[in-house]
C-alpha cells in the first residue's frame, strides 16, 4: 500500500512537473542562523547527534543565492528557511534528508513555489 501511495504521489508530481516547466529555478543552500548570518555547515549536519549547536540554525534557500558567501556574512533578502534537522523539507528540495549539506550547494530543477520533489529521479522501478 505504501508503494502504491508514493507512486502515486511520484506521478501527480510528475504530471505537475510536465505543465509548469517554467516553475524550475536553480535553488541555493546556506547554513544560517535566525537571522540569515552563515555558519559553518557543522551546525546544520543533524548526523552529528545535534552536537554542532542543537535549535537555532536553518537551511536557508533562495534562487538568488549563489556559491562563495563566506561564513559569518548575512545572506541577501529574499530567502526562506526551514529547520536544518527537517527531513521532509530536505528531501522536497532534493537534499540529503540527513547530514551536511555544503554552503553554498545549488540545486538546478528546484520547482518555484517551494513545492515538493525535483525531476531526475526516475529509479522507481520495483525489482520483483
Same mark, same amino acid.
Given at each position: 500500500?505504501?508503494? @502504491? @501511495?508514493?507512486?502515486?504521489?511520484? *506521478? *501527480?508530481?510528475?504530471?505537475?512537473?510536465?505543465? /509548469?516547466? /517554467?516553475?524550475?529555478?536553480? $535553488?541555493?543552500?546556506?547554513?544560517? =542562523? $535566525? /537571522?540569515?548570518?552563515? %555558519?559553518? $555547515?557543522?551546525?546544520?549536519?543533524? =548526523?552529528?547527534?545535534?552536537? #554542532?549547536?542543537?535549535?537555532?540554525?536553518?537551511?536557508?534557500?533562495?534562487?538568488?543565492?549563489?556559491?562563495?558567501?563566506? %561564513?559569518?556574512?548575512?545572506?541577501?533578502?529574499?530567502?526562506?528557511?526551514? *529547520?536544518?534537522? =527537517?527531513?521532509?523539507?530536505? @528531501?522536497?528540495?532534493?537534499?540529503?534528508?540527513?547530514?551536511?549539506?555544503?554552503?553554498?550547494?545549488?540545486?538546478?530543477?528546484? %520547482?518555484?513555489?517551494? #513545492?515538493?520533489?525535483?525531476?531526475?529521479?526516475?529509479?522507481?522501478?520495483?525489482?520483483?
Amino acid at each position: 500500500m505504501a508503494l @502504491s @501511495s508514493t507512486f502515486l504521489l511520484l *506521478a *501527480a508530481g510528475g504530471a505537475a512537473a510536465c505543465d /509548469n516547466g /517554467n516553475d524550475y529555478q536553480d $535553488e541555493g543552500f546556506y547554513c544560517a =542562523d $535566525e /537571522n540569515g548570518v552563515i %555558519v559553518d $555547515e557543522d551546525y546544520c549536519d543533524d =548526523d552529528n547527534g545535534g552536537g #554542532g549547536g542543537g535549535g537555532g540554525f536553518f537551511i536557508w534557500h533562495s534562487s538568488g543565492y549563489r556559491s562563495g558567501y563566506p %561564513v559569518g556574512s548575512r545572506l541577501p533578502s529574499g530567502g526562506s528557511k526551514f *529547520a536544518y534537522n =527537517d527531513r521532509a523539507a530536505r @528531501s522536497s528540495f532534493g537534499l540529503p534528508s540527513s547530514g551536511r549539506i555544503s554552503n553554498g550547494t545549488v540545486k538546478t530543477s528546484v %520547482v518555484g513555489k517551494g #513545492g515538493s520533489g525535483t525531476s531526475g529521479k526516475s529509479s522507481s522501478r520495483s525489482g520483483g
